[in-house]
């Protein structure tokens, strides 16, 4: 299956912060059930994303004023992307290798578009592999061909 097809999923996940904003901030999102937020630019575009382990690892540095640090000095910036265009399958096995719960959607001009999330990604993979069981359990038996 396609990103594209799988979006209207994907987008239930987004959840985004501008680079700019206080640690403070995203941790409240974060602590309110989000699992990551995605850190975009004053253009719109992504420039990193924001686990909830980033604000430990900054809140573990803490000294003083640093507490109230811009996003900007915990996000991870090296983040690993697809695009509409790829395959569900590929991201599944981007997931299980490098252990990821989720990977951002970006277009063409790293504009967020969703969030895809592990659980939801296995789900609709392991539903197409039922329905392709099904037809060929079909096709064996002869039903529905006549």
Not at 23 to 46: K, Y
């Amino acid at each position: 299956m396609l990103i594209q097809k799988f979006l209207p999923t994907a987008r239930r996940h987004l959840q985004s912060i501008d680079v700019s904003a206080a640690l403070l901030q995203a941790a409240r999102r974060l602590g309110e059930g989000c699992d990551m937020l995605l850190v975009c630019d004053a253009a719109g575009r992504l420039a990193g994303v924001l686990t909830k382990t980033d604000v430990v690892r900054q809140t573990g540095r803490c000294a003083g004023a640093s507490c109230t640090a811009p996003i900007v000095q915990a996000m991870t910036r090296d983040v690993t992307i697809v695009t509409p265009d790829g395959w569900l399958q590929d991201v599944w096995d981007v997931m299980k290798t490098r252990g990821f719960k989720n990977i951002p959607v970006v277009d063409a001009n790293r504009h967020p578009l969703g969030v895809l999330n592990a659980r939801d990604v296995l789900q609709t993979l392991l539903q197409e592999v039922q329905e392709e069981e099904n037809l060929l359990h079909d096709y064996v038996m002869n039903i529905g061909y006549r």
